[in-house]
Antibody, heavy 125, light 111 residues
Framework: QVQLQESGPGLVKPSETLSLMCTVSGDGISDYYWNWIRQPPGKGLEWIGYAHIGVVRNTESSNYNPSLKSRVTVSADGPNNQFSLKVKSVTAADTAVYYC??????????????WGQGTTVIVSS | QSALTQPPSASGSPGQSVTISCTGTSSDIGDKKSVSWYRRHPGEAPKLLIFEVNKRPSGVPDRFSGSKSGNTASLTVSGLQADDEAEYFCCSYAGTNNYVVFGGGTKLTVL
């Protein structure tokens, strides 16, 4: 059974970098899209971005929400079955529950088939 | 403000059916077959209920069904059970770069 688990500090100071890790157990991470999604208090879900490791040539690619692209990096660590999120220069607006999720694409259709439970990150001094 | 519009709440009695709508635009739901639905109980990981508009993953009962008409997708939960009380949200993709977009979520109450 494949499971995803987020980890990282629950409190980050303004202007610093938020760093989270998602550990995947039960399967490898090649050939899937590994996403980060967040939900600020009282608001809806917001897609942050993904990293993808291709099976052929072991190449990595990424894609980001245009509104966050300048501050975020999502990267995958195939050998350790993990992928990470970094958000630079955080403000209170980055306070949210952060989820990692696996995305499957097949036959022209994509969907998020597995999610972590989410981890709360508060930005405060 | 979420890209896709869902009603904030819905309700029904045990055994009844409830339909939750998800309205987007011709650039997302109207243009994509990648429409999915998820259920989330408080403190738990979201669970995939429907993908590709109307397909169910293995293990999801046929009480859950999805459909799409134009720019609006719908999730119907039939034979409501107490455990169906949860938040439901929709998901699709937007634009040529296929950015993921979500609905704001619908809190379903089983009366």
């Amino acid at each position: 059974q494949v499971q995803l688990q987020e980890s990282g500090p629950g409190l980050v100071k303004p202007s610093e970098t938020l760093s989270l890790m998602c550990t995947v157990s039960g399967d490898g991470i090649s050939d899937y899209y590994w996403n980060w999604i967040r939900q600020p208090p009282g608001k809806g879900l917001e897609w942050i971005g993904y990293a993808h490791i291709g099976v052929v040539r072991n190449t990595e690619s990424s894609n980001y929400n245009p509104s966050l692209k300048s501050r975020v990096t999502v990267s995958a660590d195939g050998p350790n079955n993990q992928f990470s999120l970094k958000v630079k220069s955080v403000t209170a607006a980055d306070t949210a529950v952060y989820y990692c999720a696996r995305e499957v694409c097949s036959g022209g259709s994509c969907y998020l088939d597995l999610w972590g439970q989410g981890t709360t990150v508060i930005v405060s001094s | 403000q979420s890209a896709l519009t869902q009603p904030p709440s819905a309700s029904g009695s045990p055994g009844q059916s409830v339909t939750i709508s998800c309205t987007g635009t011709s650039s997302d739901i109207g243009d994509k077959k990648s429409v999915s639905w998820y259920r989330r109980h408080p403190g738990e990981a979201p669970k995939l209920l429907i993908f590709e508009v109307n397909k169910r993953p293995s293990g999801v009962p046929d009480r859950f069904s999805g459909s799409k008409s134009g720019n609006t997708a719908s999730l119907t939960v039939s034979g409501l059970q107490a455990d169906d009380e949860a938040e439901y949200f929709c998901c699709s993709y937007a634009g040529t770069n296929n950015y993921v977009v979500f609905g704001g979520g619908t809190k379903l109450t089983v009366l």
